[in-house]
């Protein structure tokens, strides 16, 4: 009896790998799907065609089209028909399209098909040789993975930001101060799509950004001048030093991170420079990973193997450098309330968001008096 379930593990494993192998090759088909805008091409045609078609509705090659339908065809993505002269036909099923196309809005799972492939792209050898050596990859390694979130980002937060994120923060007392006239912060605002947001759609407040790239701030501060707000500042500054900031101490009545805080070499002292930032009373909102700090906590998350994936090969190692903490994407619930705790917030609640299933709301309010 023993022998026959070794042997059935080793036949479930062994059919396990060979999942793997296929899903993994079907992620980079469908990445090239998504940019390519094949997908996209599919989805207007209402009934199956031929491989010319479906390429000159995509303006690509038919050659490169058809090695490409083979792969989703035996992925389950494209189903496959044959026409009475014998030609094969391709369709993409509306039930498909509506997680894999750019009209999917947030259920657009299409989209993530190009992280991976993007990292393997950018950082493969510096991550292998960082598990010899220990040492972090420095940002200038990701251009084009920081193109793409930056992308991922704004279309998000042009969706979201202001009619739905903000609307839930406080019960929604907080979009009555911003309407009041209030002092904003936001942390790593990178290209400044969410800050921007905010200044146009709240005038009577001042908003502030804040990064360490003066390629993503200069392009923050263009568009800001394209749209002509003026209450909107960005400064370069690295999170960490916040606190050493005297000019800066109660300065802000809000304060946001969007999927930033996990990025930072010393998290915690930028956790403690929001704080020291912070007017008493103030209120910080940390949006970042829905996940448990233990990885036992997460074997049944369902997009577990992806997100730590996308850790080790940008979040973590970021997070090394300049002999950083390297926290990682999926630091979890547990260990962000203990360092926001740590870092003098003692009011933290962790909330949902509203049609954001992959993050958590961290919400503090500044109740004590600092130095």
């Not at 049944?300 to 190692?317: E, I």
Request: proline share 4%; aromatic share 8%; hydrophobic share 40%.
């Amino acid at each position: 009896m023993k022998e026959n379930d070794t042997q059935t593990r080793k036949q479930a494993f062994s059919k396990k790998i060979t999942d793997i192998l296929n899903y993994g090759a079907l992620n980079l088909a469908m990445g090239i799907g998504y940019r390519t805008g094949l997908f996209d091409a599919m989805d207007i045609l209402e009934t199956p065609q031929p491989v010319s078609i479906i390429a000159e509705k995509a303006g690509l090659d038919a050659r490169y089209v058809k090695e490409w339908l083979s792969i989703t065809v035996c992925g389950g993505i494209v189903e496959i028909t044959t026409a009475q002269d014998g030609t094969n036909l391709f369709f993409l099923p509306e039930e498909h399209a509506d997680f894999i196309t750019r009209r999917s809005g947030n259920s657009n799972l299409g989209v993530y098909t190009q992280e991976i492939p993007l990292l393997t792209k950018c950082a493969m050898a510096s991550v292998l040789d960082g598990f010899c050596t220990g040492k972090g990859v420095s940002y200038e390694n990701y251009p084009e993975f920081q193109a793409f979130m930056a992308e991922l980002a704004d279309a998000k937060h042009r969706r979201t930001l202001v009619d739905i994120f903000l609307e839930s923060v406080d019960g929604g007392k907080m979009v009555e101060e911003l309407k009041k006239g209030i002092r904003v912060c936001d942390l790593g605002c990178g290209e400044g799509v969410a800050v921007n947001l905010m200044a146009d759609a709240f005038p009577a407040s001042r908003f502030t950004g804040l990064d360490i790239s003066p390629e993503a701030l200069q392009k923050a501060k263009n568009e800001a001048n394209a749209l002509k707000i003026a209450n909107v500042e960005f400064l370069r500054l690295d999170a960490a030093s916040l606190q050493n900031r005297r000019d800066l101490k109660s300065s802000f009545d809000y304060v946001t991170a969007f999927d930033a805080v996990h990025d930072q070499s010393h998290p915690l002292d930028a956790l403690k420079g929001v704080f020291h930032i912070l007017r008493p009373g103030g209120a910080f909102s940390m949006i970042d990973i829905a996940a448990e700090s233990n990885p036992a906590g997460n074997t049944d998350h369902p997009m577990g193997p992806f997100l730590y994936t996308v850790s080790l090969m940008h979040c973590m190692p970021v997070g090394l450098v300049d002999d950083g903490t390297g926290l990682g994407m999926m630091w979890g619930r547990q260990k962000a309330v203990e360092m926001l705790n740590r870092a003098g917030f003692d009011d933290v609640n962790v909330l949902e968001i509203p049609e954001d299933s992959f993050n958590l709301h961290f919400f503090c309010k500044k109740t004590l008096i600092g130095d």
